[in-house]
């Protein structure tokens, strides 16, 4: 859910976008990586410049309150903008340097060992130089804003791939350029979870109906109709599949009801007992040794790794005790050589068939104190030697060329962050600070042309909400604060003072921080843990100490997002998602009343005129944008020219607050220059229809920064 962008301070926060339940948004495709030379983002001279009116859609029907037809929820048709970067006004891709994200799948074209993909949260991703580079493949038949589960490639024909999109199966034929569905066949209510394919090109897909059934799909025409080959499985929700290559029709599938195996080409299939362990627990993780398929290596869940020299008929304890595993692989040139990797625990490798394991992550580091949690592995047959390594959080790409001695951080092209907040430095506005979920934090000081990860100290790899002290001396940077909560869990509340270069960690915890401007060691911090109260607190101390202020004072809910009268500082507001509506103190948080309508729920958003503070808005999930003059008593819906009533972030241009942004769910940013009477869309340059932040430049207002879904953009003529 997303916040707005607090008056006077040039900041604006938010939360995962959609309401507390959201995933990966289903926004319009992000597109291939972009080329074009980032905006500097020097700001304007002083002020605001001239906005002379609408220019990519201005014509709207003011009499309907969401001109054309859309309503809360679902799919955006495909809505998509264009991609081109503006010279002349419109928005640029300022995303160069944001690089990170969650990394579940990595697959190697075995014709050209250099070519990887990757299965990202915001899409697929394609490497040409093993791993070294990437650029979006979210385009040309694939859909956009779902995260694909499962990559693989046909071992005979080049260019050939195939990936699995919820239940649906996509081929490419030209190395993923494009994509087309795949399922007849394939019934409408089966999640898929993995892939394979024999030597002979015979396709395989593993998947359940909400885990009462498991299937596993066969497909001896390239995907064009598939057979069910399911029996015996039962219940076993097979999540990987493996096949011998050295008799193909031999498959093997682990999953949540154990180990299975089929020596029919998948036909009938039946389970496999592990020595010492009750018939049908949990696996995690298979390799076969591609040398000798008689070797066989399995990974148990908090249990470890066990090994099959004779294809499975008895098996050993092969170390790593008590971990998890979630990937092996076999050097194929080496094959007595093993990579395993284990959630929250990074990699280890083995030398002698897993008899004795050591770890290999120097260079490994997550964001913060987190531990690196990886979640795929891929080796270069070509150069074994070269391996790459996807993780879920962090910079989610990792590369060594030595073995796994040493490993660097590989994630070029990887826009996969899911960003949560964005703020520009009243004092310094070339300064723009982004917090990501499970990426970290970044500053760029050249407005936004580049970015540097800012995680010294941070001890959480989600910043939800930042906020400033501009109170510094003329000569230093303004104070920096962090709220390091996720969706439903507070998280630490951090501190630095010197541009983001180290943090301290305060006492207290936030999702959402807020600091008053006219007393700016005054600090609110909001709690959205749903079980907890107080669900605010205050420090006047700069974040030193904290006193609940909330407990049986009015609020009746977890606080979203708030705002605080810039002439008042005892006039604070605050929202709830849920029913609560919106609440205000009037004595510094000392009591809190609710406002005007209880109708005003599912609210995401809030932003206050600057100038006039009994002037506010609200944005909401179903039922768009709402606005009072009289400090909440009496609110009206103020949608005209809004084709999305799902508002999900407000920005307001303090010097001109008639002027305001609203960025949507499903379409786009529209933009007000009459105090939200009517609205008109302001998308040209934009990639994507999910805009989850936006932040006006506090010293000149037609610089806005709008994210979406792993990019970020900047217009500096006020998007048009």
Not at 280 to 287: E, F, K, N, V
Not at 614 to 637: C, H, M, N, P, R
Not at 677 to 682: A, E, K, L, R, S
């Amino acid at each position: 859910m997303a916040t707005a962008c607090l008056a006077l301070s040039g900041c604006a926060l938010t939360h995962a976008p959609g309401g507390p339940d959201a995933s990966a948004p289903d926004a319009a495709s992000q597109g291939a990586a972009d080329a074009s030379t980032p905006d500097a983002g020097t700001p304007d001279a002083a002020g605001p410049t001239s906005d002379a009116g609408p220019s990519d859609g201005g014509s709207v029907d003011a009499g309907s309150p969401f001109a054309d037809g859309g309503g809360g929820g679902g799919n955006d048709g495909g809505l998509a903008f264009d991609a081109g970067a503006p010279s002349d006004g419109g928005w640029t891709l300022v995303s160069n340097g944001l690089y990170g994200g969650s990394v579940s799948a990595l697959a190697v074209d075995p014709q050209n060992p250099a070519v990887i993909f990757a299965a990202a949260s915001s899409g697929l991703f394609k490497s040409i130089d093993s791993g070294a580079s990437w650029a979006a493949l979210n385009a040309n038949g694939l859909p956009s804003g779902l995260a694909p589960t499962a990559i693989a490639m046909d071992p005979v024909a080049a260019g050939t791939a195939y990936v699995l999109v919820g239940n649906t199966v996509y081929k490419s034929t030209d190395g993923g350029a494009s994509w087309s569905p795949l399922t007849i066949g394939l019934p409408a209510n089966v999640w898929l979870s993995a892939l394979v394919v024999d030597p002979s090109s015979i396709v395989y897909a593993s998947g359940t109906d909400s885990f009462t059934q498991s299937y596993v799909f066969k497909s001896a025409n390239g995907g064009a109709t598939w057979a069910t080959t399911s029996a015996g499985l039962g219940t076993a929700d097979i999540t990987a599949l493996a096949i011998d290559r050295a008799s193909p029709s031999t498959l093997y599938g682990v999953g949540l009801g154990g180990l299975y195996r089929s020596t029919d080409g998948a036909a009938t299939w039946s389970a496999i007992a592990i020595t010492g362990l009750p018939l049908g627990d949990s696996t995690s993780a298979l390799a076969i040794d591609p040398t000798s398929s008689s070797n066989l290596y399995l990974g148990v869940p908090s249990v470890g790794l066990y090994r099959s020299t004779n294809g499975g008929a008895t098996w050993t304890a092969a170390g790593l005790a008590g971990m998890t595993l979630t990937a092996i692989v076999v050097d194929p040139s080496a094959p007595s050589t093993l990579y395993a990797t284990a959630s929250a625990q990074g990699v280890f490798k083995s030398t002698d068939q897993g008899a004795t394991w050591a770890p290999a992550n120097v260079g490994l580091s997550a964001v913060g104190s987190s531990p690196v949690d990886p979640l795929a592995i891929a080796l270069n047959p070509a150069a074994p030697t070269t391996i790459v390594l996807g993780t879920s959080s962090g910079p989610g790409l990792f590369r060594t060329t030595n073995g796994g001695a040493g490993w660097s951080i590989s994630n070029t092209g990887l826009g996969d962050l899911n960003i949560a907040a964005v703020a520009v430095d009243p004092k310094a506005p070339n300064n723009v600070y982004v917090g990501t979920q499970n990426g970290g934090f970044f500053l760029s000081t050249n407005g936004g042309g580049s970015w540097a990860a800012l995680n010294d100290g941070l001890t959480v790899p989600t910043i939800s909400s930042i906020a400033f002290d501009t109170s510094t001396a003329s000569n230093l940077p303004s104070t920096v604060y962090l709220a390091g909560g996720e969706t439903y869990g507070a998280g630490p509340i951090y501190k630095s003072v010197g541009l983001g270069v180290t943090w301290a960690v305060s006492n207290g915890f936030a999702n959402t921080v807020l600091v008053d401007p006219r007393a700016p060691k005054t600090v609110y911090a909001l709690v959205r843990s749903i079980p907890n109260q107080p669900w605010v607190y205050k420090s006047t101390d700069g974040a030193a100490t904290w006193a609940p202020l909330s407990a049986g004072a009015g609020i009746q809910q977890p606080p979203l997002s708030g705002a605080i009268d810039p002439a008042n500082d005892g006039n604070v507001y605050l929202t709830s998602y849920w029913t609560s509506g919106v609440v205000t103190s009037h004595n510094s948080g000392t009591s809190w009343s609710a406002l005007g309508a209880t109708l005003l729920t599912n609210l995401e958003a809030l932003v206050l005129d600057p100038l006039t503070p009994a002037t506010l808005y609200v944005g909401t999930e179903q039922a768009g944008i709402f606005k009072t003059v009289d400090s909440g008593a009496t609110w009206s819906a103020s949608n005209a020219g809004i084709s999305d009533p799902w508002t999900q972030t407000l920005a307001i241009n303090g010097a001109t607050p008639q002027i305001l942004y609203a960025g949507t769910r499903h379409g786009g940013i529209f933009k007000t220059r009459d105090g939200a009477t009517t609205w008109y869309p302001v998308n040209r340059g934009l990639r994507g229809s999910n805009i989850a932040v936006l932040a006006v430049d506090p010293t000149s207002p037609t610089t806005v920064y709008a994210a979406t879904w792993g990019e970020l953009f900047k217009t500096t003529s006020g998007g048009e």
